[in-house]
């Protein structure tokens, strides 16, 4: 599921923070269980928003990270690595494991999100796909507004 981009998302947080009517309007239509009450849902968006960034950026470092290894990789000399490889090794594993506890800490938010906002997602989807394309969704509407 593609993630919506961190311009649209800081967008989204802003706009739940001011409690913005486009954003209410935007939550009913797509959430019509809640039965005009949108407060709990946008307290309940905003975390999980800001999970969803931190998860964007992080896949967004795993990407310039490799990317920056394979150049110095590909033209380094056979036997023992340089430093900068290593110092990219170094790094590479230390954005990895900062991918998978913002990876973790996305699959919390969507779960709180669910429980807090009283959505429940699709049999046979996983939550944070649910999650992901919800949020989508949302941002879509926000913008076509």
């Known amino acids: ?18 409690a913005d009517p486009a954003l209410d309007a935007a939550l009913t239509a797509l ?3 809640v039965g005009g009450n949108v407060a709990p849902l946008r307290a309940a968006l905003v975390p999980l928003a800001h999970a969803q ?3 964007v950026q ?11 290894l394979r150049r110095y990789q590909k ?13 990219l090794r170094k790094q ?12 973790q800490n996305f699959a919390q938010a969507t779960h709180a999100f669910l429980r807090d906002g009283g959505l ?6 996983l939550p944070t796909d649910f999650a992901t394309a919800w949020l989508g969704k949302v941002a879509a509407a926000v913008a076509a507004e």
């Open 58 to 68: 992080a896949n967004a470092d795993i990407g310039l990270v490799a990317d920056e």
């Open 75 to 87: 033209f380094a000399a056979p036997g023992k690595p340089s430093l900068q490889i290593v110092q």
């Open 120 to 125: 429940t997602a699709p049999a046979r989807r």
């Open 1 to 18: 599921m593609q993630a919506v981009s961190s311009s649209a998302l800081a967008d989204l947080i802003a706009r739940a923070e001011r």
């Open 53 to 55: 960034a931190a998860l």
């Open 92 to 103: 590479q594993a230390t954005v990895k494991q900062a991918a998978l506890i913002a990876r």
């Open 31 to 33: 959430a019509p269980s």
